[in-house]
């Protein structure tokens, strides 16, 4: 249901008014992962830009909490998150599992849950040939604390996100986190090939909301107010820097 807090928060987006980050997560551990060896040097020269800490901070990660990622692709937070829940929590990783490296599944034996991809079954859409119709999506799991995906909701088609954001309300237990980054396409702007890996902050958030999520808070850690929102997040005109939207929303308690 779409109630007072939740238009209070959505008129916020609009207005550009973001809300305090959610420090309650373990600074230490996740600073440890971030530092981890099993990261590449690479792989820590985005840091700066994708900013891991605070991001974990403001969707308030605990190193005791149950949690999956959506389309892992390469590991690039799977890896931090794996080394904050081992021992102490658990990672379940789902969908688009194909693109991780045979590094990362190594070192994920024995404290990673790999998702099978049969229980996702999709084809490729007719609005481009890296968009996703999927018409099943089960993770036959329960009781999660947090569901991650970031820059990935662009890849699939609306019919296929409302599908995947009830997977995640079943899967979650009740006020759980449900996090979402993705590149920023203008509001209600028409999809276009040339910059189809975006997609409309406003509609991602009716969606999750139809789903019955309530929007908690959204941050601008992610704004760039250099990308003006006309090319594609990878053009080099905006050196594969895009203005991104970061959304918090939790599934009731009630």
Known sequence: MFNGRCLALALLVIMGISLPYDASASDERIQKSIASDIRTAE?????????PLETLQFFGLKEDMKVLELFPGGGWYTKILGNVLKGTGELHLAMGL???SDEVKAWGQGHLNYVSEDNHVWQRSKMHRFIRYY?????GLADLDMVLTFRNMHN????????????VYK???PGGIYGV?????????????????RVDPVRIIKE???????????????????DGLIYDSVHPAIDKYSDRFTLKFRKPTR
Do not use: C
């Open 98 to 100: 194909n693109f991780m």
């Open 135 to 139: 018409d099943k999506i089960e993770f």
């Open 181 to 197: 980054i993705d590149h920023t396409r203008r509001h209600m702007e028409p999809y276009a090939v040339e910059r189809w890996r």
């Open 208 to 226: 999750a909301l139809d789903a019955g999520f309530e929007l908690e808070a959204w941050s601008d850690l992610h704004a760039r107010a250099e």
């Open 156 to 167: 699939m088609t609306p019919q296929s996100r409302m599908l995947l954001n009830r997977e």
């Open 171 to 173: 899967s979650l237990k």
């Open 43 to 51: 792989e820590k020269l985005r840091d700066s830009r994708r900013k």
